[in-house]
């Protein structure tokens, strides 16, 4: 596929309640390769961006059910099989005492899966990402609150959606880089 | 409009006399000057001087640390008071005290998040900074006390040549499962929730290496809504299973004691009584942290009386469920009918060591209920203070449970005293003065309060406008 020689077009908004009504009208207007950045987690923007709700928490159930049957099984096994220590009498695989172990393995694995799954699905740790070229983009991690049209998104003009995004009460618009 | 602090007074008077509570942050704050004020603490300021002494301070305990531990790692154990009938004394009453300090973090950050309390934004990212330091405090006693703590490993499940394997029966390695499952989980949540604030940072510094330190721990974080999406996904499931992890944690502390038949531990309600004190013990101790660290940073307007007030009203309510527990620990050995548990109690209470056990109660029993005092609550000196005593009756508990306990066992010709040797006195120092230098080292280089939850909070933020809205519905 050839690449598009922008990245795509930047609007920034002076409030998280413009950049969530911009979001909206970008969605309805059709688009659907868009982000909104902001320095806090906005209510209500991730919907109006359109996105489908995260699968995190399935692999998280996922990661805590293999971590409690793991943690289970290597101490029934160690029990059982790899060093049984008969004492009068008792049962090998005595399972009441292994459950502090399975419940601490279960949450660690859930817990982890749960970081390294966000990280991953997110796409970091990313060293460069285009949208830094913008200027004044670094107001994004303190007051300020934009909203990405990429240049891969089948409605993308470059005129026609810089037209579009001005017409949203867009503080600014500017051309992202590759 | 720049708010004043008779301004602020003022308005906080008015609130009072309405009934309604003040509110999480002073008037006057917005997005930019959150930022700026928590982000210039470490990236605009000069090392302060009290934080230079204070670091030398702490360091020179560290050396001792250092000192300590050679000394031990020359010579074993018998450098310490440890002996028998007392095999546990400070190293384990030590252990239990740090962890159970390192438990308000994540109570803070992880049930006071599922339970709506907004007031923690301020303090989560300290309280959980705490908590790491203070496990790993813990974690140090443990493997000192083994002895021969170069083959701590043969505690885990490795495959090695011998086929020995760890008694899964035993509480000692469940201790080794939790306290290890709790740092870990403790430091990622710790992590995730600093990923957008040191975003921030590398967005804030000026100097060329400052931006590539914190850009790599940002890794790359921009603060995309679909990013955010996920990561309050992570955040709040995190927090779910931290919950049941933390009172699991002191639990299996607690079971290293109750499972064992000594009288004096053998009781069922160790483990719920353990956890409202190691509850009990964090908070005060974020609270002697916090309250000077707010003084000399000048963070009043993150927080405020209000939040001070709140962890004194938690205080008080772990500090009556220890009180709780201390009664039905004295009415079991009534009520049992064991000669033993019996004469454990009234030994505890009457014996050799009765300064202990009534000081232990004045500290975390009668002291505490100051705090029914609306006035107190809301000083920070008188908090301190009483924090400070709380901090010392906790550990004063430990002691007497595990000394008293120990000392005048089942057979008479047994019994013994347990005096502690400067060994035991330098560790533990040792182990303050680490945990400080790492709270220094943390207030320094990082942002000690959650930039991007506290901007979650601002009145015209979407959030709370939400909360406003739902309120009126009703």
Redesign the interface.
Known sequence: MEHPPIFGLMAEFG???EV?QA?QRTCEQGYTRT????????????EA?G?RK?R??LL?LCG?IVGGLSGFF??YY??VF??P?NIGGRPLN?WP??I??T???T??V???S??V???F??G??????P??NVPG???????GFFLCIEATDPMFDQQKTAAFLRGLHAKNVSVVDH | MPATSDNSAAQSEVLNRLGMSQPLIRPGEDYQSISEQISNNVLDHKTPKGLLFGLFLTFSLVMLLFAAIGYLFMKGIGIWGVKIPIGWGFAIVNFVWWIGIGHAGTLISAILLLLHQHWRNSINRFAEAMTLFAVACAGLFPLLHLGRPWVFYWILPLPETMGLWPQWRSPLVWDVFAVSTYFTISLVFWFVGLIPDLATMRDRATKKWVQVIYGILAMGWRGSARHWHRYQTAYLLLAGLATPLVISVHSVVSFDFAVGIVPGWHSTIFPPYFVAGAIYSGFAMVLTLVIPTRKFYHLESFITERHLDNMARVMLATGLIVAYGYMMETFFAWYGQNKFDHFMMLNRMFGPYTEAYWMLILCNIAIPQALWIKRIRQNPVTLFIISIIINVGMWLERYVIVVTSLHRDFLSSSWGMYYPTFWDIATFAGTIGLFLMLMFMFIRVMPMISMFELKELLPWSPRVQAVRARRKER
């Open positions: 409030s998280p309640e969530v979001a982000d909104a950045y902001s320095p806090f987690p906005v209510e209500g923007l991730y961006l996105a995260s995190l928490p998280v805590g290597m101490q160690a029990a790899g060093y220590l005595s005492a292994f502090p172990i419940f601490e393995l949450i660690l859930a817990g982890l749960a970081v799954g966000m990280l699905r997110n970091l740790p990313r060293p460069y990402h949208v830094f983009f670094e107001r994004a991690t303190t007051d």
